[in-house]
């Protein structure tokens, strides 16, 4: 069964550096997603992405973030000054476009030192 | 955006039918209905999703009433492996639009 996966699975960094977090969403999929849960907490979306653009964006997701595409394959997000507060799980979802279904990966956990 | 509210918790003991209903008042038209579960340290998995009346698959079945502002998941005889979180989404991804989790309910089995 095909499913997104992501990398690193854990990654500790220090306070002001920038992380890259990466996704292989499923091969067919238009619509990409990125969501993050801090520990004990719901899953908070942060943003989507579609046609090669960011469609929806929260105010988590504030000029310290980005995403990209890079390569019609990878799906990354971008911490550009990384905070205490960004310690958290980040998953990344895709969805196809006839199924109405989101598949998630199984995160990466971050943790700002 | 369609905002959803469901109960906090629940607790159930083994081999009882669960119900855990959904409200969602101000539903668009073309919005669907998506249960996802979550376990600890693992992303949201995918249980069904409907647009109006009842939908059933193997592991759950969710009811619509017709007004669609509000739907119940039902997990037939749960044992201790479902215990986990469960969330209601509203949203039409056809559209790209985002999803939104709610709180979510946490549900424990108890043998």
């Known amino acids: 069964e095909p499913e997104v996966t992501q990398t690193p699975s854990h990654q500790v960094t220090q306070m002001g550096q920038e992380v890259i977090l990466r996704c292989v969403p499923i091969?067919?999929?238009?619509?990409f997603y990125w969501y993050r849960q801090i520990l004990g907490q719901k899953v908070e979306f942060l943003v989507s992405f579609y046609n090669n653009e960011i469609s929806e964006k929260s105010e988590i997701f504030d000029d310290q973030f980005s995403v990209e595409r890079p390569d019609g394959s990878n799906f990354t997000l971008k911490i550009r000054s990384t905070k205490l507060e960004d310690s958290a799980m980040y998953f990344c979802?895709?969805?196809?476009?006839?199924?109405?279904?989101?598949?998630f990966g199984e995160g990466s956990r971050l943790t700002v030192l | 955006l369609a905002k959803t509210t469901q109960p906090i918790s629940m607790d159930s003991y083994e081999g009882q039918e669960v119900n855990i209903t959904c409200s969602h008042n101000?539903?668009?038209?073309?919005?669907?209905i998506t249960w996802y579960q979550q376990f600890p340290s693992q992303g949201p998995r995918f249980i069904i999703q409907?647009?109006?009346t009842k939908v059933t698959n193997e592991v759950a079945s969710l009811f619509i009433p017709a007004d669609r502002k509000s739907s119940t998941l039902s997990l037939p005889r749960v044992s201790l492996s479902d215990t986990a979180v469960y969330y209601c989404l509203v949203g039409d991804l056809r559209s790209g639009n985002q999803f939104y989790f709610g709180t979510g309910t946490s549900l424990t089995v108890i043998p």
């Open positions: 979802a895709s969805g196809g476009a006839n199924t109405g279904e989101l598949f």
């Open positions: 091969s067919n999929h238009l619509y």
């Open positions: 101000n539903i668009a038209t073309n919005d669907y």
């Open positions: 409907g647009y109006k």
